[in-house]
């Protein structure tokens, strides 16, 4: 087999439509770069609407948002915070950076993202010993949301808010719901793999505008609102510029084509793959629309006789990216000793998942023929396998 014509195809490429550089223009016409300027505030309110929020604050970066939400819940030194352990280290990096001390739940297996069953179990304990976690990160991941019904039922009985880690799922929701509004803090991120970009860039959205505009001075170095440099606490430089504001509202305008042509990715690897004994796609449960980011599958080499790895390797011998699913933060060197709380006493669904879980290339500009590719050097895989099993059993 040769390789189509021999360039990568990655695993979610930035998808431009041409548009951004009509914004771009328009922001360097007008001089207005940076800092702030008419691009961003745009990009804020289109936002804040798409997702039904009253008030966004535009940042440098996903990891930049979450910070400052836990910032505006006052998180602090020794403050217990709970995370969805199956994502990226973003997630609960910035509870880290306040000194917080993080305890990981589980994911469940119909949305892949935090365990009710988990979440609830672990807040008992904690009301009883009386140490409560004073914020829940939950994660919607590859696209998809979590079980919020059951999840915001559980914060708040315990009387404990929530942030939403949107980063993967912006344009996702949830009966109906966008994923990131639901709780009382949302985080989206911009980074070029994601189903908008801006390079690097992110959001926080929530229903209080009080709240929003203390973000902003937050992410501004803490300046007073005086015409000199007043500071009476310690801020950060987190703002995002006009230009890339710029982008992001070109980008905004294609968001739901992107989501189509992703489903529309997810459809045709469903289509080619699904009946191979042992490949299971990330469920779309009820009451969820997922923007599949990402396409993810299990392997289970009980069945395909190749491991999740094996494929990888394949697909990267001819140049096309796929990866290994989220390893669980739980099991990270860095969090080595730190609590976790599993779906169940028998299961820990998220290291099932990493164990077999793979992400095929998603991005919404992926071409018919490259996609066809893919999926052939997969089955290609397969094939030679289960004829190499066939021959070692037949000599036994
Ligand atoms: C689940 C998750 N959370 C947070 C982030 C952080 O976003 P950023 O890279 O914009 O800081 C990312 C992606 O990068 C992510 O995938």
Known sequence: MS??????IHLSPPHLSGKEIEFLDDATASNWIAPVGPHLDAFEQEFASFTGMQGAAAVQSGTAAIHLALELLGIGRGDRVYCSSFTFIASINPALYLGAEPVFIDAEPDSWNMSPRALRRAMKQDALDGRLPK????????????????????????????????????????????????????????????IITTSGGGMLVSRSIPAIDRAKKLATQAKEPVPHYEHKEIGYNYRMSNLLAAVGRAQLRQLRIRIKQKRAVFEIY?????????FTFMPEYEGSYSTRWLTTLTVDPKFTKVTRDHLIETLAEQNIEARPVWKP????????????????????????LFEQGLCLPSGSALRDVEQQWVINCILARLREERQRFVSISSRR
Do not use: W
Request: with cysteine; charged share 15%; glycine share 10%.
């Open 3 to 8: 390789n189509i014509n021999n360039h990568k």
């Open 135 to 194: 914020a829940v990160i939950v994660v919607h991941l590859y696209g998809q949301s979590a079980k919020m019904r059951e999840i915001l039922r559980i914060c708040r009985h315990f009387d404990v808010p929530v942030i939403e880690d949107a980063a993967e799922s912006l344009g996702a929701s949830y009966f109906g719901v966008q994923t990131g509004s639901m709780g009382m803090y949302g985080a989206f991120s911009f980074n070029g793999n994601k």
């Open 329 to 352: 933060l739980h099991t990270q060197p860095v969090f080595q000793g730190v609590e976790y709380h599993p779906h169940s006493n028998q299961t820990s669904v998220s290291e099932g």
């Open 270 to 278: 469903q289509d080619a793959l699904d009946r191979v004994k042992g």
